[in-house]
């Protein structure tokens, strides 16, 4: 790091903005550069002078008066007319619609190859002896079998009542409730599978589903199938927070090693686990877990607020070895 | 699961709860609610006039500002789209407002840590705070007094940009990422004039000592 980097960082970790992993980096280079040091001193000078201009809080007088005012020229302004209001409203679909184009173009692929997919299959069922069939319209529409009872999506889930894996295979069948049960088979990376595994997740669910739920989707992340969005880990920190089943928690907690290490969020998810869950399995896991990173201040600051305090003997002496490994803590 | 997760959750529902009120009382301002556009005025105007006056320095000027911000709001209530919290739209009409008034002001600045209230008299900002460490202590005081007064000297010379982002996250403690968003900016371009701000900052109290 060269002393000008040093610098700005001086300032946003003197405000507490740095990230962790760079307020590390910053502490190695004030350990070498004394003139770096004496920057951050004077910054932090700085700070101390600039709070003898306090912050006043408005009294009570200044907010009635300015109160009063107010309420006095919202008085005074004529009622909005209806073509003002119309206007207005028009203004705001028309904006709204100016970050619609993305989507309607969409649609509107998805119209002309739904349509054309349709026509397709009526003249191939049509001509059925022919030699040739017509050509479809749109080349690029995938053509590749869709499983037989697929739904292009699905809508009114009241929860989902069972999920089989076939053994040997990726094909899952999800049991799920609308107005009436329905069923639905289809690989484990369909989307309308996911949809259904996540809501499967959901405590609302039966203990046994969600259990089946968050195990397929957690197996899936360790994978490396399709997780990079944020839905699926989102799914996974919600059951790894709130789930009631341990066992379920667990296996929240196995889908999420992947990512402890770049995403902080599932980072903190971890360390709450850590700090507060009740199955000390899950609390022992997580310090597994959590030892790739534990640089990060605030991994350190847990593991050692666990070592001291917590209930489990075992986890307290785990704890404190994968602190003594790390050169940094005090 | 354990009492801090349940704490956690309950937290976030609570949070959400009030965030859902919000959202119907924005919904009912936008039908023409006077009522409810009222009660978005008492939840935010706190806030307002207390960046209004430390920014400005003076009462009278805090109280033209949140006159014109909330009227405004109330005139293009209808033109928020929840694309970002109210928070921060309202904020940003603030900001904007008191850019404008700094510019106008850049010229004519006096370098007083004073205000001045609705009568034209002047209150002493600093005299108005109690400082523990210096109580009955006059010549500590006296010294705050005049630091202080040097302070506001030095944040004169800030650009309008430079001392709306020093003021969003030094006094009023925001966040980089809101203060980017409420001033139309990135994240970064609002760290950049912070860095830039603390660094004529401390040139203009060197020059001081």
């Known amino acids: 790091m060269n002393c000008e980097l040093a ?3 001086i300032v946003t970790a003197a405000y507490g903005e740095l990230p962790d992993d760079q307020v590390h980096e910053l502490e190695r280079h004030l ?3 004394a003139d770096c040091r004496k920057e951050r001193e004077q910054l932090l000078a700085l700070k101390v002078l600039a709070d003898a201009l306090p912050v006043v809080e408005p009294g009570p007088n200044l907010i009635a008066r300015s109160r ?9 302004l004529p009622p909005m007319r209806w073509y003002e209001r119309l206007a207005q409203r028009l203004a705001n679909n028309v904006a709204s619609l100016q970050a619609a184009p993305v989507a ?7 119209g002309i190859g739904a349509g054309s997919l349709g026509g397709y299959e009526f003249a191939a069922n049509r001509t059925a002896h022919a030699a040739t069939a017509p050509a479809p319209a749109i080349a690029a529409v995938k053509t590749e079998p869709q499983p037989a009872i697929a739904q292009p999506g699905i809508t009114n889930v009241a929860n989902v009542s069972s999920i089989v894996r076939q053994p040997g295979s990726d094909m899952v069948e999800v049991s799920y409730n609308q107005l009436t049960p329905e069923h639905i088979q289809g690989k484990l990376g369909d989307p309308a599978i996911r949809q259904l595994l996540m809501v499967a997740t959901e405590n609302s669910s039966p203990a046994g589903v969600r259990d089946d739920s968050v195990g397929l989707l957690a197996a899936e992340c360790r994978a490396g ?12 920190m919600v059951a790894l927070r709130y789930d009631k089943n341990a066992r379920v928690r667990e296996k929240a907690l196995e889908g999420l090693e992947p990512y402890v290490a770049e995403d902080m969020r599932v980072r903190n998810a971890v360390l709450e686990a850590l700090l507060n869950d009740s199955d000390p399995r899950i ?25 001291t305090s917590d209930d489990n003997p075992h986890i307290r002496n785990v704890s404190r070895q994968v602190l003594s490994r790390v050169p940094e803590i005090q | 699961m354990g009492g801090a997760g349940r704490d956690g959750a309950s937290r976030e529902e609570e949070r959400l ?19 409810a556009f009222d009660a978005l005025v008492r939840q935010y105007e706190h806030q307002v006039l207390r960046l209004a006056l430390h920014l400005t320095g003076s009462e009278h000027d805090a109280e033209d500002i949140y006159q014109e911000a909330f009227l405004k709001a109330f ?13 921060t739209w309202i904020y940003r009409i603030v900001t904007n407002l008191c850019l404008d008034q700094l510019r106008r002001k850049k010229t004519r600045r006096e370098d007083h840590a004073v205000v001045l209230d609705h009568s034209g008299d002047e209150i002493d900002l600093l005299a108005s705070v109690s400082d523990n460490r210096s109580f009955s202590n006059p010549a500590k005081e006296l010294d705050r007094k005049v630091l202080g007064q040097q302070i506001q000297a030095a944040l004169t010379k800030l650009t309008p940009r430079e001392r709306m982002v020093f003021e969003l996250k030094h006094y009023q403690g925001l966040r980089l990422r809101t203060i980017g968003e409420m001033l139309h900016t990135t994240e970064e371009t609002a760290k950049n004039t912070l860095f830039r701000a603390t660094k004529k900052l401390r040139a203009q109290l060197a020059e001081l000592r």
């Open chain 1, 7 to 9: 610098h700005e960082r």
């Open chain 1, 31 to 33: 350990g070498d550069c």
């Open chain 1, 68 to 76: 009063l005012r107010l309420d006095e020229a919202l008085d005074a």
């Open chain 1, 104 to 110: 309607a173009a969409l649609l509107l692929v998805a």
């Open chain 1, 225 to 236: 199938h399709g997780c990079q969005g944020a839905g699926i880990r989102d799914a996974l």
């Open chain 1, 283 to 307: 609390r022992t896991e997580s310090i597994n877990l959590l030892e790739p990173v534990e640089a990060d201040t605030s991994v350190r600051q847990v593991l050692y607020s666990v070592s």
């Open chain 2, 17 to 35: 709860q009030i965030r859902a009120q919000e959202m119907e009382l924005i919904r009912e301002a936008q039908a023409g609610s006077r009522a």
């Open chain 2, 75 to 87: 005139r293009y209530i209808g033109n928020f789209r929840f694309e970002c919290s109210f928070y």
